[in-house]
C-alpha cells in the first residue's frame, strides 16, 4: 500500500521499518520544544491517509529508558489531518530524547465504521461484567 507523505523540512525522515517483521514504522525528530510540562517532538512530515485507514501513533520501547511519557497514550492521526505529525511527551524527569534520534512509531491500519444497535440485554459470556484483574492475572 502506498500513501502519500510531504516533507515539511529537509531534514525529515521517511518512517521506515528497523526489522522485516515489524508492524510500526519508525519516526525520527528533526525540532525539539520544551515547557516545564512537555517536550514536543516535530517530525517535519504530513501524511495523505486514505479514507478508511487511520495512521496510529505509539512510543518506541526505547521510551522505558527516557524520562517521558507520551501525552495522549495512543495518537491518532485522521485521514483528514494534513498537519505536522508530532509527538508531545509529559517529562518526568530530565533524560529525554535530542533531535535526529527516533521518537515514536506509526502503524496505519484500516477501520470499520461502527453503526450502533440499542439493545435492553446483551449476549451472555463466561467472563460477563468481570472487569479489572478478573481473570486472576
Do not use: W
Not at 50 to 59: N, Q, T
Not at 66 to 77: E, M, P, Q, R
Not at 96 to 108: N, P, T
Amino acid at each position: 500500500m502506498k500513501i502519500k507523505i510531504k516533507k515539511l523540512s529537509p531534514e525529515a525522515i521517511i518512517p521506515k521499518y528497523a526489522h522485516e517483521g515489524d508492524a510500526g514504522m519508525d519516526v525520527y525528530a528533526v525540532s525539539k520544544e520544551e515547557t516545564s510540562k512537555f517536550v514536543e517532538y516535530g517530525t517535519g512530515l504530513s501524511f495523505e491517509i486514505p479514507g478508511g485507514y487511520v495512521c496510529l501513533v505509539f512510543s518506541r520501547s526505547s521510551v522505558s529508558n527516557k524520562d517521558l511519557i507520551l501525552a495522549n497514550s495512543v495518537g491518532v492521526l485522521d485521514s483528514e489531518y494534513r498537519g505536522e505529525l508530532k509527538f508531545r511527551f509529559k517529562k518526568t524527569g530530565q533524560d529525554d530524547y535530542e533531535v535526529g534520534e527516533r521518537v515514536g512509531q506509526i502503524i496505519i491500519l484500516p477501520y470499520p465504521k461502527i453503526e450502533f444497535e440499542e439493545t435492553k440485554e446483551l449476549d451472555e459470556t463466561s467472563r460477563g461484567a468481570g472487569g479489572f484483574g478478573s481473570t486472576g492475572v
